[in-house]
């Protein structure tokens, strides 16, 4: 009765004393008046278990950049809008780039000359003219030259901003008009293909945790419980939370998006206590029930449950273990009721 308001227990045996005064108008117990019900039973048994503790996460794209300017200038063009769909390589934004295509066209034009030097340079040298210093020399500066033109080639093409990978944009910080230099974003995208969850794990129980497991992982959005795959284990905790980060890939599933808050179930050891199945559990306002099957009557058990475990609950107090309770047809039932168990 431990955890029952006195309200409800008063409730509960006014209507057992109510069911009780009907069957005795007749001149029988109120149990031998109803008639026997069919009902099915289950042994209630001990079962172990691992415990859980259920730890706060964040579920994050696992593939996430922060775009930047590889070079200084104005942008020019912006492409893209947040929440916009993008492909690998596909053009972002154009930074003004007069500066660096003067410089790159400067560049042709000195590998062009050193192109042009060398190649007299081996004719003369092949007619011993050109000594072999002179002729290293051509060729060094040939190679100078091409060097200048590619570094020009590589800076003119960081003006031209391209996605690193396929995925949505999730935000723009610049604009046209804007200047652009390295080290400040313009723009941060994801891949909402690849998603895991990022959890804050007490330091009493990362040590229960190793690379691979697979533990319990349910998002508050969705109605479905599925598997997480641990994938990193932060090596130092968070000095001001003494949690590490755990992070556990997730599968691709409907509705499932980053920023959403989930829940992982971290095993803290295992624990035994008495199960039955969920459906023998009665639900009456505050208090929970069950019918137990003895000497051909169904009798009435004021339980008090514990965890759920898939189709089975825990109950705490109010039951002995080997006991029948009552599965099926004890929706109607009253105590005391003849029970006819079927197998």
Not at 242 to 256: A, I
Request: glycine share 8%; hydrophobic share 45%; aromatic share 4%.
């Amino acid at each position: 009765m431990k955890g029952l308001t006195w309200t409800a227990v008063g409730l509960l045996l006014a209507v057992l004393l109510a069911s009780a005064g009907c069957g005795r108008k007749n001149g029988r117990a109120g149990g031998e008046s109803l008639p026997a019900v069919a009902v099915r039973t289950q042994v209630a048994e001990m079962k172990s278990r691992v415990a859980t503790e259920a730890d706060a996460g964040t579920v994050r794209a696992r593939l996430r950049a922060v775009i930047e300017a590889k070079v200084s200038g104005k942008i020019e063009q912006m492409l893209v809008a947040p929440g916009q769909q993008v492909t690998r390589g596909e053009l972002l934004a154009t930074i003004d780039a007069r500066e660096i295509q003067a410089q790159y066209e400067r560049t042709l034009a000195v590998r062009q000359q050193a192109e042009s030097d060398l190649k007299r340079a081996t004719d003369l040298f092949r007619q011993h003219v050109f000594s072999q210093s002179e002729f290293d020399n051509a060729q060094s500066k040939c190679r100078v030259a091409d060097a200048a033109a590619v570094e020009a080639k590589t800076l003119l093409d960081y003006t031209q901003v391209t996605a690193p990978f396929a995925g949505v944009i999730t935000r723009k910080d610049a604009d046209v008009g804007d200047l652009a230099v390295p080290g400040k974003p313009l723009l941060e995208m994801e891949d909402p293909r690849l998603l895991r969850l990022e959890a804050d794990v007490p330091e009493a129980l990362v040590d229960k945790i190793k690379l691979g497991d697979k533990l319990p992982v349910r998002i508050g959005a969705l109605e479905t419980n599925f598997t997480g795959i641990v994938s990193e284990i932060a090596p130092s905790a968070d000095p001001n939370s003494r949690t590490f980060v755990v992070k556990l890939d997730l599968p691709s599933l409907p509705g499932l998006r980053a920023g959403q808050f989930g829940r992982v179930a971290v095993p803290t050891g295992k624990v035994s206590a008495l199960r039955v199945p969920a459906s023998a559990v009665l639900q009456r306002g505050q208090m929970e029930l069950v019918f137990v099957a003895a000497d051909g009557r169904a009798h009435l058990r004021i339980v008090k449950t514990g965890a759920r475990v898939g189709h089975e609950v825990e109950v705490v107090s109010g039951l002995d273990s080997g006991e029948a309770v009552v599965i099926s047809g004890a929706d109607n039932l009253l105590d005391g009721q003849p029970v006819h168990v079927q197998p």
